[in-house]
């Protein structure tokens, strides 16, 4: 069993940066894959980002990349996402998971999720 806690989101001006983290309970953190999911009002839920469990390999959105890091600390149990040139359209609630499935893990491959927390950009 693993639980995810996200922290650091909040409200942020267009063109600023926020960097979100999720906190994962557990010994066995290291043998996830990691992803980051949005999900924003009346849409459904989208793939972000995610890193291989060693941390050697990473995949984004075409919308995110360039501007978000995905990036792991398996001594910390902890994954993180650097959003830079936010954008109105990041708004959403963002969610990290955890997959135990073969790399690269599919949207539908995840076996933990996170309770989500809310990001707001501002124009």
């Known amino acids: 069993q693993v639980r995810l806690v996200e922290s650091g989101g909040g409200l942020v001006q267009a063109g600023g940066s926020l960097r979100l983290s999720c906190a994962a309970s557990?010994?066995?953190?290291?043998?996830?894959?990691m992803g980051w999911f949005r999900q924003a009002p009346g849409k459904e839920r989208e793939f972000v980002a995610r890193?291989?469990?060693?941390?050697?390999?990473?995949t984004y959105a075409d919308s995110v990349k360039g501007r978000f890091t995905i990036s792991r600390d398996n001594a910390k149990n902890t994954v993180y996402l650097q959003m830079n040139s936010l954008k109105p359209e990041d708004t959403a609630v963002y969610y990290c998971?955890?997959?135990?499935?073969?790399?690269?893990?599919?949207?539908?491959?995840?076996?933990?999720w996170g309770q989500g927390i809310q990001v707001t950009v501002s124009s």
């Open positions: 890193i291989s469990a060693s941390g050697g390999s990473t």
């Open positions: 998971a955890a997959s135990a499935k073969q790399w690269p893990p599919g949207s539908g491959d995840y076996d933990y």
């Open positions: 557990g010994r066995t953190f290291s043998s996830y894959h």
